[in-house]
């Protein structure tokens, strides 16, 4: 079991990683990163709840609909590994403004990522808003 368990932390933070690059991407709408990275039958649940295609999720980050982003800090990762599959967890933090005015938001995000010709792309996200503390 030791074995198996060290075994699985590299592909753990492979993973982590790829959330990471992904969340990275779009903020920065990086279009041929998203399509690197993410498979044909992707599928998107937005914070609204939408079902967005990869189509759609491609269209919402092309260069021309381009405008400032947030500020944003991927933690609290939790990865489950399944043969080739993977589930991915972690939480998502934006920061819009600076100083006084300052803005911050966290989701939830859940990830399904799938391991083709030794390449993990992901097959899905869904993002959850996160309620801020009651004051």
Do not use: C
Not at 32 to 50: F, H, W
Request: aromatic share 8%; glycine share 8%.
């Amino acid at each position: 079991m030791a074995a198996g368990a060290a075994g699985a932390a590299p592909v753990d933070e492979e993973l982590t990683a790829l959330v990471k690059r992904h969340a990275e991407a779009q903020g920065s709408f990086d279009l041929a990163t998203l399509k690197a990275i993410t498979a044909e039958n992707y599928v998107e649940i937005s914070p609204v709840g939408e079902v967005d295609p990869r189509e759609k999720m491609l269209s919402f980050y092309a260069p021309e609909q381009k405008r400032p982003s947030p500020q944003l800090k991927v933690d609290e990762p939790l990865v489950r590994v399944f043969g080739d599959s993977a589930v991915i967890y972690t939480r998502i933090s934006y920061t819009m403004g600076a100083g006084e005015t300052a803005r911050t938001f966290a989701m939830r995000a859940g990830y399904v990522a799938q391991l083709k010709d030794g390449k993990w792309l992901l097959v899905s996200a869904q993002y959850t808003g996160i309620r801020p503390p009651k004051s």
